[in-house]
């Protein structure tokens, strides 16, 4: 884990938008050609400024904001088994890539499943250090934005207007993954302070909401209600940040500062249809709340 000090900047959905130059690199064409040469030929080369760059402005984008949006990093017209490799290579500069469920797959490509893109995905993070989505095809109608919130903004808010709800998020609780990848058994505060001064969150509402029908403890009446203050809180359009993602464009978050989730779109099927290459990676050899 990363202890040394960050300078984080807790935002709202509106403070995220006018600071964009912070997070947000666009490549060029031909920044773009370099890079993917050496990463489709396993080895750097020309391209060896441009990936001096990347690695420079993403550290202190997530440092800042907790992710790093890059636009223009691949060409969507290539393979996709050619562009998931090249970027399996290129992320070896932020972590070691680790399965996301427990058949092992090191990536996926999420999509529309029977129908399930209508339903809008809540707010959470995944277990893992950092979470890689590569667009390779952005909703042809619209919608499917990703959704992003601020452990820093959010844990501000709540402390100054349910201090005794905050209490409550600040202490452990208990997040049954039985059957998936990662640890089976998670007990973490879901908003707490981490070593390095930034405010971390871990957060599943299903998961968490659904452990005590696997032998995990009851929850309380307070802990109910600061579900809810937390939710109401996220679902605020000033909190709540909508990314829209062109084709080609790569988003990393770090999980213990920033949750994310999904708009509602209607998908369009064949080559049309929204398509998002998924990366976990982590940092050490294993991953902590």
Not at 78 to 94: G, K, N, S, V, W
Not at 98 to 116: A, E, I
Not at 129 to 141: G, I, K
Not at 268 to 282: Q, S, T, V
Request: charged share 25%; with cysteine.
């Amino acid at each position: 884990m990363n202890e040394r000090a960050v300078a984080e900047i807790g935002w709202s959905s509106l403070e995220l938008e006018a600071r964009r130059q912070l997070w947000s690199l666009p490549l060029g064409d031909e920044e773009r050609r370099l890079l993917w040469a050496d990463a489709r030929a396993g080895r750097w080369g020309a391209g060896e400024p441009v990936r001096e760059r990347l690695r420079s402005f993403t550290r202190e984008s997530i440092d800042a904001v907790g992710l790093a949006h890059v636009a223009n990093l691949v060409d969507p017209a290539q393979p996709e088994q050619e562009i998931t490799e090249a970027l399996a290579f290129l992320l070896r500069d932020y972590g070691r890539i680790v399965p996301q469920n427990g058949r092992g797959d090191l990536t996926s490509v999420l999509r529309d499943q029977d129908g399930d893109g209508n339903t809008e995905l809540g707010f959470h993070c995944d277990t893992c250090d950092l979470l890689v989505l590569l667009c390779l095809q952005p909703a042809f109608h619209g919608g499917g934005l990703t959704k992003l919130a601020s452990a820093r903004h959010v844990h501000d808010l709540i402390g100054r207007e349910r201090p005794d709800a905050l209490a409550t998020l600040c202490q452990d609780w208990t997040f049954d993954r039985t059957g998936r990848a990662g640890p089976q058994l998670v007990v973490t505060p879901i908003l707490y302070p981490r070593k390095d001064g930034t405010i971390g969150c871990y957060y599943q509402t299903r998961t968490v909401r659904s452990s005590p029908d696997r032998g995990g403890p009851e929850l309380t009446d307070r802990q109910w209600e600061a579900l809810g203050v937390l939710d109401e809180v996220l679902y605020r359009p000033e909190i709540a940040f909508g990314l829209p993602m062109a084709a080609g464009d790569l988003l990393i978050i770090r999980n213990s500062r920033v949750l994310h989730g999904r708009s509602a779109y209607v998908d369009e099927p064949g080559r049309h249809a929204r398509r998002m290459l998924r990366i976990w990676l982590n940092e050490g050899e294993t991953w902590t709340p």
